[in-house]
């Protein structure tokens, strides 16, 4: 688990990649060397996936490979194909040359923004600077409501992955932020992941109806978690956007997050099934 970050001490790109992986906690976490291993039956790319850590100092590339034999059998004994969630990293590049050789597939680019709170008596930060005209409700837990604007909006699967989705979020300490239109319908949804033991917070689960996007919903529920993190001693924020999302980058940049980093899914393809008789 992260631990809590000093005010003077800047958090480094590997305390936000464990804060990462303890806000979204897979429901099967299996160490394996430098490696950490994780699976939660298909449910979202993020938590059936490989953290590669670091690498371990003297690794051979035979070493490598073996590493990488032993994982997809673990992830065989559960029907789940091998996916490395991968961090643009040089210290990960004999990885990815393995990768390149297995032919693994390179899917779903995402940046890493941060964001610096305050310090106490400082001005606020862009993000919560303006108060907002819409009142935006917070709980500890994720309502039926938030639930479904987050699944509709970026769920897949049925009920049975509803259910495995939710575990997952309620695994880690967070805030659920739900605003309301003018009719009393929930029309958008976010959450702040903090990790016990962490003063770092992660931005989640932001969604709109598209029904009503553009009305300054997403932009309220993000500043909400932003003062509900900074109330709960949160030092530094970081948040996941798609490389291809450039309207959620410019709304995340106008609260002041900043790129800081980038991942990848680098994924095994499937196997052909045998044909002929």
């Not at 969630?85 to 390149?100: K, R, Y």
């Amino acid at each position: 688990m992260p631990v809590a970050t000093p005010d003077d001490v800047k958090p480094t790109a590997l305390d936000f990649e464990a804060a990462m992986d303890a806000a979204w906690p897979a429901l099967e976490r299996q160490e394996a060397g430098n490696w950490v291993l994780r699976a939660a039956g298909g449910v979202t790319q993020r938590a059936n996936s490989i953290w590669p850590r670091s690498p371990e100092a003297g690794q051979s590339d035979a070493d490598l490979a073996a590493q990488l034999s032993e994982a997809k059998a673990w992830y065989r004994r559960r029907r789940l194909l091998v996916i490395f969630q991968l961090f643009d990293n040089p210290v990960t590049s004999a990885l990815d040359d393995l990768l390149d050789a297995e032919r693994f597939t390179r899917q779903s680019e995402t940046l890493v923004m941060t964001l610096s709170a305050p310090v106490a008596g400082a001005p606020e930060s862009p993000g919560e600077a303006a108060s907002s005209e819409l009142a935006v409700e917070l709980a500890p837990m994720p309502s039926g409501e938030w639930l479904r604007v987050w699944w509709e909006v970026d769920g897949r699967g049925g009920e049975d992955a509803l259910a495995t989705a939710r575990t997952i979020l309620e695994g880690c300490p967070s805030v659920y932020a739900l605003a309301r239109d003018s009719g009393g319908r929930a029309a958008a949804v976010g959450r702040l992941a903090i990790p016990a033991g962490s003063t770092l917070g992660g931005v989640y689960g932001m969604a709109t109806r598209p029904d009503a996007r553009r009305n300054g919903y997403a932009a309220a529920i993000l500043q909400a978690l932003l003062q509900a993190g900074r109330h709960r001693g949160v030092t530094d924020y970081w948040l996941l956007v798609t490389a291809a999302n450039h309207g959620a980058q410019e709304l995340y940049a106008k609260a002041g997050f900043l790129e800081t980093g980038r991942y990848l899914y680098r994924q095994e393809r499937p196997r052909r099934a045998p044909t002929g008789c």
